[in-house]
């Protein structure tokens, strides 16, 4: 049974930084592409940020680059996001997701056969 099991939201003033965590279970991510996701209220979940499975290389939404960073460590099979710079329409909720065997489009939700039960991101200006 595949578990991700996100930690680290919280309330931030604008400026500050947090770091989610994304530990999974029953699964080895370095095997499958991994991605963060997030969802305001009234609006549809939007991609975040991903991290492609064999050679990590990383993908970013144009609103979160050059402020977010995805990256994993094998070894505690954890995905993180690091999100620097926060601002109020960054908050949301956050997900995580590790997609389906050999899937390409990395952006897109249907991609992810798994996903978190999400983690709070609220934003102050």
């Known amino acids: 049974q595949v578990q991700l099991v996100e930690s680290g939201g919280g309330l931030v003033q604008a400026g500050g930084s947090l770091r989610l965590s994304c530990a999974a279970s029953?699964?080895?991510?370095?095997?499958?592409?991994m991605g963060w996701f997030r969802q305001a209220p009234g609006k549809d979940r939007e991609f975040v940020a991903a991290?492609?499975?064999?050679?990590?290389?990383?993908y970013y939404a144009d609103s979160v680059k050059g402020r977010f960073t995805i990256s994993r460590d094998n070894a505690k099979n954890t995905v993180y996001l690091q999100m620097n710079n926060l601002k109020p329409e960054d908050t949301a909720v956050y997900y995580c997701?590790?997609?389906?065997?050999?899937?390409?489009?990395?952006?897109?939700?249907?991609?992810?056969?798994?996903w978190g039960q999400g983690t709070q991101v609220t934003v102050s200006s």
């Open positions: 997701a590790s997609s389906r065997p050999s899937q390409t489009v990395l952006t897109d939700w249907g991609t992810y056969a798994y």
């Open positions: 029953g699964r080895t991510i370095s095997d499958y592409s």
């Open positions: 991290i492609r499975w064999s050679i990590g290389y990383t």
